[in-house]
């Protein structure tokens, strides 16, 4: 069993950034974070292998965000600059059995409760 929590999430003016972070209990494979605006659809925003020597972003955060992780520490992060009214949504961290990058919903078992983030024009 896998318990993420995340963390850092907040309210910023466009143009800011922010720095979420996901804490695991328990092994963890393959991780990713994903987000959900009101009446939309929860879409993957970057995910992470888990060496993180593979990483994958959706095209509308490419350049601004970066997903890293902390074996150690057994934590992920997800750096986001640049940040836009857009990117406005709750954030979850989600973690898979798989040690390769994951991009699909249902190829993650482990959610944590998510974090809002605001972004404001």
């Known amino acids: 069993q896998v318990h993420l929590v995340e963390s850092g999430g907040g309210l910023v003016q466009a143009g800011g950034s922010l720095r979420l972070s996901c804490a695991a209990s328990g092994r963890t494979y393959a991780m990713g974070w994903f987000r959900q605006a009101p009446g939309e659809e929860r879409e993957i925003v970057a995910a992470i292998s888990w060496s993180g020597g593979t990483t994958y972003y959706v095209d509308s955060v490419k350049g601004r965000f970066t997903i890293s992780r902390d074996n150690a520490k057994n934590t992920v992060y997800l750096q986001m600059n640049i940040l836009k009214p857009e990117d406005t949504a709750v954030y979850f961290c989600?973690?898979?059995?798989?040690?390769?990058?994951?991009?699909?919903?249902?190829?993650?078992?482990?959610w944590g409760q998510g974090t809002q983030v605001t972004v404001s024009s």
């Open positions: 989600a973690a898979t059995t798989r040690v390769v990058v994951t991009t699909t919903l249902s190829g993650y078992a482990y």
